[in-house]
Nanobody, 123 residues
Framework: QVQLIESGGGLVQAGGSLRLSCTAS????????MGWFRQAPGREREFVAR???????DYENSVKGRFTISRDNAKNTIYLQMNSLKSDDTAVYYC?????????????????WGQGTQVTVSS
């Protein structure tokens, strides 16, 4: 059974930082594409960042230069370092894993999802 467990969310003031973690089990992690998505109240789930099995990454435009995704294959874990947080970053953040080598900016490409972790940025 595949499990993705997120942690690291919380309440932070605007301009602050948080680091999210997502630990995977039950899947061949080194071959998986991994991503972070988020969903704010009343909005659709949106792509934030992804990292493929080779370590290549990309980002949604509004987080470029502020967020960094990384992976530690020895720990079956990905991270999302979030700096210079804004109130617009407030959302539930989800970790996802994909067996696909296709467009990992699209949610349907992901096979497995975590339960989410709340990030709240106060202004």
């Amino acid at each position: 059974q595949v499990q993705l467990i997120e942690s690291g969310g919380g309440l932070v003031q605007a301009g602050g930082s948080l680091r999210l973690s997502c630990t995977a089990s039950g899947l061949p992690f080194t071959g998986a594409g991994m991503g972070w998505f988020r969903q704010a109240p009343g909005r659709e789930r949106e792509f934030v960042a992804r990292i493929n099995r080779h370590g290549n990454s990309d980002y949604e435009n509004s987080v470029k230069g502020r967020f960094t995704i990384s992976r530690d294959n020895a720990k079956n874990t990905i991270y999302l370092q979030m700096n210079s947080l804004k109130s617009d970053d407030t959302a539930v953040y989800y970790c996802a894993a994909s067996n696909s080598i296709g467009d990992l900016q699209r949610a349907p490409k992901y096979n497995y999802w975590g339960q989410g972790t709340q990030v709240t940025v106060s202004s």
